[in-house]
């Protein structure tokens, strides 16, 4: 049967997402590849999650309080789920924004209400695919400035914020209630890294023997798994504990081309009208699934919806 609850508030519509065994773009590997649906969460990705969680947290902590101002850098969808929920929490919201970033996401930020200010990241970036943790760090070094001078000010830091993983947790314990302990192998894309944190922590501690796989896009020249680099107070943060904690067996690359056809795949095979990172993580998941053998069980995630891609196709975390 259907969802038919009767709800108080959109926030109650984040995470409880379904899962699908993904049957046709899976057909003939032997195995079962899994697709938790994040795009379903109320603002389109598994960002919204991590907003109600990390807003929830500084509220109960005494860091976020009436009259202040939620800040954050983001390329996309930790920028519209902080606006989102930051919106039905009574916050004013800024959001500094790389200048590169597609016009959908903008427009969807304004109309949540949140007030944009456009970063450079420089040249070298345009046209390519690019990767969250890198060209939010100029936008990140202005938040910290900015929270620094104001008092009233609250910078999320998704980049670093234990709320961040923390609420990954619970998509690791919804998929853990769906599945069981039947899982081999959880593929995820890296941006911050609070995803495949948050989940790694708890399938690891329930089915020791399950891999846990990174996705980045192929060309991230600055703050990757492989490439690592840390600027005190804007970067490090979850990357690390996940380098320093060893969570991860195995690291993929992902061209965009690769992820885009993967991507146009699960919207016409499947009919998942998904993202392109939902492209890199399902191309991943079939590739281990394959490696992995007869009967082997892969689970991944679709971060988010398809429509933020419409005028510029590129894989971003
Ligand atoms: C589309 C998309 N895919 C994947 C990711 C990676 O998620 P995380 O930041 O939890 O590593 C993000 C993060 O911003 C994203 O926006």
Same mark, same amino acid.
């Given at each position: 049967?259907? %969802?038919?609850?009767?709800?108080?508030?959109p926030? %109650?519509l984040?995470g409880?997402t379904?899962?699908?065994?993904?049957?046709?773009?899976?057909r003939?590997?032997?195995?079962?590849?899994?697709a938790?649906?994040e795009?379903?969460?109320?603002?389109?990705?598994?960002?919204d999650?991590?907003?109600?969680?990390m807003?929830?947290?500084?509220?109960?902590?005494?860091d976020?309080?009436?009259?202040?101002?939620?800040? &954050?850098?983001s390329?996309g969808?930790?920028?519209?789920?902080?606006s989102?929920?930051?919106a039905?929490?009574?916050?004013?919201r800024?959001?500094f924004?790389?200048?590169?970033m597609?016009?959908e996401?903008? &427009? !969807?930020i304004?109309r949540?209400g949140a007030?944009? @200010? #456009?970063?450079?990241?420089g040249?070298?970036?345009?046209d390519?695919?690019v990767?969250?943790s890198? $060209?939010? $760090?100029?936008?990140?070094? !202005? +938040?910290q400035?900015m929270a620094?001078?104001?008092?009233q000010?609250?910078?999320?830091? /998704?980049?670093s914020?234990?709320a961040?993983?923390?609420a990954? #947790?619970?998509?690791?314990?919804?998929?853990l209630?769906?599945l *069981?302990n /039947?899982?081999?192998a959880f593929?995820?894309?890296?941006?911050?890294g609070?995803?495949?944190? *948050?989940v790694?922590?708890?399938?690891?501690?329930?089915?020791?023997? $399950?891999?846990?796989?990174?996705?980045?896009p192929?060309? +991230?020249?600055y $703050?990757t798994?492989?490439?690592?680099?840390?600027?005190?107070?804007v970067?490090? *943060?979850?990357?690390?504990?996940?380098l320093?904690?060893?969570?991860?067996?195995?690291?993929?690359?992902v061209? %965009?081309? &690769?992820?885009?056809? #993967?991507?146009?795949?699960l919207?016409?095979?499947?009919g998942?009208?998904?993202?392109?990172?939902?492209?890199a993580?399902?191309?991943? =998941?079939?590739?281990i =699934?394959?490696? !992995?053998?007869?009967?082997?069980?892969?689970?991944?995630?679709?971060?988010d919806?398809?429509? @933020?891609y419409?005028?510029?196709?590129?894989?971003?975390?």
């Amino acid at each position: 049967m259907k %969802d038919l609850r009767i709800i108080q508030s959109p926030l %109650d519509l984040i995470g409880r997402t379904p899962i699908k065994r993904l049957d046709s773009i899976g057909r003939g590997s032997e195995s079962s590849l899994w697709a938790k649906l994040e795009n379903l969460n109320p603002s389109g990705s598994l960002k919204d999650r991590i907003a109600l969680q990390m807003i929830e947290d500084a509220e109960k902590n005494g860091d976020l309080k009436e009259g202040y101002t939620i800040i &954050e850098s983001s390329s996309g969808n930790t920028a519209i789920a902080l606006s989102f929920v930051g919106a039905l929490k009574g916050y004013k919201r800024i959001i500094f924004m790389p200048k590169i970033m597609a016009r959908e996401k903008v &427009e !969807m930020i304004k109309r949540y209400g949140a007030e944009i @200010r #456009m970063v450079d990241v420089g040249e070298d970036v345009k046209d390519r695919s690019v990767h969250g943790s890198y $060209v939010e $760090v100029p936008g990140r070094i !202005m +938040c910290q400035r900015m929270a620094e001078e104001n008092p009233q000010v609250w910078w999320a830091r /998704q980049f670093s914020n234990p709320a961040n993983y923390r609420a990954h #947790m619970k998509l690791g314990e919804e998929i853990l209630a769906q599945l *069981g302990n /039947q899982i081999d192998a959880f593929v995820a894309s890296v941006g911050t890294g609070g995803t495949l944190l *948050g989940v790694a922590k708890v399938l690891k501690e329930k089915i020791p023997r $399950v891999k846990i796989i990174a996705v980045e896009p192929a060309d +991230c020249p600055y $703050v990757t798994l492989t490439n690592f680099k840390i600027i005190e107070g804007v970067t490090g *943060g979850l990357l690390k504990e996940i380098l320093d904690g060893k969570v991860v067996d195995k690291i993929v690359k992902v061209t %965009d081309p &690769e992820a885009i056809e #993967m991507n146009h795949r699960l919207i016409q095979e499947e009919g998942l009208f998904v993202g392109i990172s939902s492209g890199a993580n399902v191309l991943t =998941a079939l590739n281990i =699934a394959r490696d !992995m053998g007869k009967g082997s069980q892969v689970v991944t995630v679709l971060p988010d919806r398809g429509d @933020r891609y419409i005028t510029s196709e590129h894989y971003v975390t």
